[in-house]
């Protein structure tokens, strides 16, 4: 069965600070992997999305994120975090059927 | 272009009362999915629907919740009747589907956040 799993509750950076996320899932053939953010009151918006291809993909806002089959990871990062980066942010896979099952979720706090 | 609507936005209903969610996608999706996030926990499918029909309903709670996509378009989730453990805000997302094989990027909804006194 797929499962996402996301180790970290919460994290704080300092602004200006690099960032990453830890992702790990459970799929038994080449998943179809996303990282979401939801801000306050808003709903989910895609960051980026790994298909096939190149492990290394790049999203909006400066986040890219590394697919390691060998780890089953799918790491978020961002080489410098901004006050308005502080959100809740999704892992999440899909396979058979195109099901999405989403992680629990890191909560990012930035501080100044 | 219109993003995903949904109404309302808040809802407060006492145990065992029904309540009813709408759902307007983006046009053109033919694939809607109602999703179910408890505070702390990630999104939970409960139906997905490609066009009017039913993809993957098997996390929906049949014995109390419901829900319609009559016309391909708009969408509705009702729950009746209520319990304490569906407060929840209730997502809706869509996509163009699963055009060529790959799985469409989902664009979210606003949310309904749901509390049952």
């Known amino acids: 069965a797929q499962s996402v799993t996301q180790p970290d509750i919460h994290i704080t950076v300092s602004e200006g600070a690099s960032l990453e996320l830890r992702c790990n899932y459970s799929?038994?053939?080449?998943?179809?992997l996303f990282w979401y953010v939801q801000s306050p009151g808003q709903g989910l918006q895609l960051l980026l999305k790994y298909f096939s291809g190149d492990t290394l993909v790049q999203g909006i806002k400066g986040f890219e994120a590394e697919f390691k089959r060998s780890q089953s990871s799918f790491n978020l990062r961002k080489p410098s975090v901004h006050w308005s980066d502080a959100a809740e942010y999704f892992c999440a896979v899909a396979g058979k059927g195109f099901k999405t099952i989403f992680g629990a979720g890191t909560r990012l706090f930035v501080k100044a | 272009e219109a993003g995903v609507a949904q109404s309302p936005r808040y809802k407060i209903i006492e145990k065992r009362q029904s309540v009813a969610f709408w759902c307007n996608p983006i046009?053109?999706?033919?694939?809607l999915y109602w999703y179910q996030q408890i505070l702390g926990q990630g999104p939970k499918l409960l139906i997905q629907?490609?066009?009017?029909?039913?993809?993957?309903d098997s996390q929906l709670p049949k014995d109390r919740f419901s829900a319609e996509r009559l016309k391909g378009v708009d969408s509705t989730l009702k729950i009746q009747p209520a319990k304490l453990e569906d407060s929840a805000v209730y997502l809706c997302a869509s996509s163009l589907g699963l055009a060529g094989g790959l799985i469409g990027e989902q664009f979210f909804g606003p949310g309904t956040r749901l509390t049952v006194l």
């Open positions: 046009s053109g999706h033919a694939t």
């Open positions: 629907f490609q066009n009017n029909g039913v993809v993957d």
């Open positions: 799929y038994g053939a080449t998943p179809y």
